[in-house]
């Protein structure tokens, strides 16, 4: 494991729950812990943070221990920024003094100072307010500029949007998705909603019953055949790409991704950027020969790498973009039917036709 990595292993028993789970994750970017309720999920990141002390357990954080055997350290010892569910707070102060909290407890070297954060989660205009006086997300935002305020070197996010209605959610996203792109320090973000993992995270840790059953980059585990990710109902894929062309005419842009390009709409793109693309399953139709005179503009050569049935009546494969299927994974889900009339195998070059790829909000709220 390198220095700049996150390794946790945790073995507990609650009552008539397990918790069995290792897993080390990046020393930056947004790390997902995601899975159904009662998968433990915010078990994990409560031992992380020292609030629960499993029975066995090893927590290192950029090569700082901070469990290990009969060795545990206190949670106000661990440098954390920790957002809930709820905001949690302190109704006596405005929203000035709840942020000035955070930064009075904090330690070692700050990410950003108060105007930064300030201005970062769009908090100018609230200053001088009560938190009774506060939105939902008004009040999230706070509370996460607490904690980054606390200058920690671990920022835990414990469902911060399962309290919230869709319209509060939508409002905190692009803030979540600014903090990503700003910050270099590590998060884990605890959610059990597939469209938060897909829009925040770079890296996935799956959880079951109490078990780590799959960790890696999101792409990775989003094509996985061994995971359940790849047979869920609204199974996509999130590539990571390049912006290498724009038509301001048509408002389209041109993606590069490893094994092949992607014509998007997108008003706001720069040539340069990196962006995201998501593309649902659902979305991947195959053809044996390469179609033409047709509406559909991502139209691109790949091999099938495997395939798993999807319920009684459909597939599910996954693609590599080129002929020698080496380039990013796709996965494409067609009738059992056409599976079988077109003899469609792994091992088989096919042309992967996308009806549908957009960049996802992060990257450009206007596509």
Same mark, same amino acid.
């Given at each position: 494991m390198s220095d700049a990595a996150i390794s946790i292993?945790?073995?507990?028993?609650?009552?008539?729950?397990?918790?069995? +789970?290792?897993?080390? +994750?990046?020393?930056?970017?947004?790390?997902?812990?995601?899975?159904?309720?009662?998968?433990?999920?915010?078990?994990?990141?409560?031992?992380? +943070?020292?609030?629960?002390?499993? +029975?066995?357990?090893?927590?290192?954080i950029k090569g700082d221990v901070w469990q290990d055997g009969a060795s545990f350290r206190p949670v106000h010892q661990r440098p954390i920024g920790y957002v809930f569910q709820e905001a949690s707070l302190f109704s006596h102060l405005n929203v000035r003094g709840n942020l000035l909290f955070g930064a009075r407890a904090a330690t070692g070297e700050p990410l950003l100072g108060f105007d930064e954060a300030v201005a970062l989660l769009g908090l100018s205009p609230l200053l001088d307010r009560a938190p009774l006086t506060l939105s939902g997300g008004e009040r999230q935002r706070v509370a996460i500029g607490r904690a980054l305020l606390s200058r920690p070197r671990l920022l835990l996010m414990d469902e911060p949007l399962s309290a919230l209605d869709r319209a509060a959610r939508e409002e905190i996203l692009p803030f979540l998705e600014q903090l990503h792109e700003r910050l270099s320090l590590p998060v884990l973000y605890v959610t059990h909603d597939m469209a938060e993992v897909e829009r925040l995270a770079d890296q996935i840790i799956l959880m079951a019953k109490g078990r780590v059953i799959g960790a890696g980059p999101l792409a990775q585990m989003q094509s996985d055949p061994a995971l359940p990710l790849m047979g869920a109902r609204d199974a996509a894929v999130s590539l990571e790409g390049e912006v290498i062309a724009c038509d301001a005419a048509y408002g389209l842009a041109t993606l590069a991704v490893a094994g092949g390009v992607f014509l998007v709409p997108a008003l706001k793109a720069q040539v340069g950027e990196r962006r995201r693309l998501r593309i649902l399953a659902g979305d991947v139709s195959l053809a044996l020969a390469t179609p033409k005179d047709s509406t559909i503009v991502n139209i691109l050569p790949a091999r099938i790498l495997d395939a798993r049935r999807s319920g009684d009546h459909q597939m599910t494969a996954v693609l590599g973009l080129g002929e020698n299927g080496a380039g990013a994974h796709l996965l494409a889900r067609v009738t059992r039917r056409s599976w079988d009339q077109l003899g469609l195998a792994p091992g088989l070059v096919v042309h992967a036709q996308v009806k549908g790829a957009a960049l996802t909000p992060r990257h450009d709220s206007s596509s």
């Open positions: 292993r945790l073995r507990d028993q609650r009552g008539s729950f397990t918790l069995d +789970a290792a897993f080390e +994750a990046p020393g930056r970017g947004v790390t997902a812990i995601f899975g159904p309720s009662g998968s433990g999920k915010t078990t994990v990141l409560r031992c992380i +943070a020292g609030l629960h002390r499993a +029975a066995q357990g090893h927590v290192a």
